[in-house]
């Protein structure tokens, strides 16, 4: 059993920065692929960055307009925490963004295969 709290969202301008926490608790998270998703208002919820239990291997959405490059998916086993840096943050990137928790082995970019979420955390980019 995973439980999963994120903080960090709020409302900021274009071309702003946040840093989207998310703490777990329970036994296996350090064996846990953890991945954040994100739903806008009447859009279906998708995937935005992923990361496997060791850190060493992480994952970002490959739709147009894409994160990568200025988001970055980070974890601390040690402290239960997996977090996402997000820079450069334009109106489209307006969403509740949600963290999970799957298996070790899990395909990372399905919604599907992820057995744990968080409430959400609103971030708005607006001037």
């Known amino acids: 059993q995973v439980q999963l709290v994120e903080s960090g969202g709020g409302l900021v301008q274009p071309g702003d920065s946040l840093r989207l926490s998310c703490a777990a608790s329970g036994r296996t998270f350090s064996r846990s692929a953890m991945g954040w998703f994100r739903q806008a208002p009447g859009k279906e919820r998708e995937f935005v960055a992923a990361?496997?239990?060791?850190?060493?291997?992480?994952?970002?959405?490959l739709y147009e307009d894409s994160v990568k490059g200025r988001f970055t998916i980070s974890r601390d086993n040690a402290k239960n925490t997996v977090t996402l840096q997000m820079n450069s943050l334009k109106p489209e990137d307006t969403a509740v963004y949600y963290c999970a928790a799957g298996n070790v082995d899990i395909d990372v970019r399905s919604r599907t295969a992820y057995n744990y979420w968080g409430q959400g955390t609103q971030v708005t980019v607006s001037s």
């Open positions: 990361i496997r239990w060791s850190g060493s291997s992480t994952y970002y959405a």
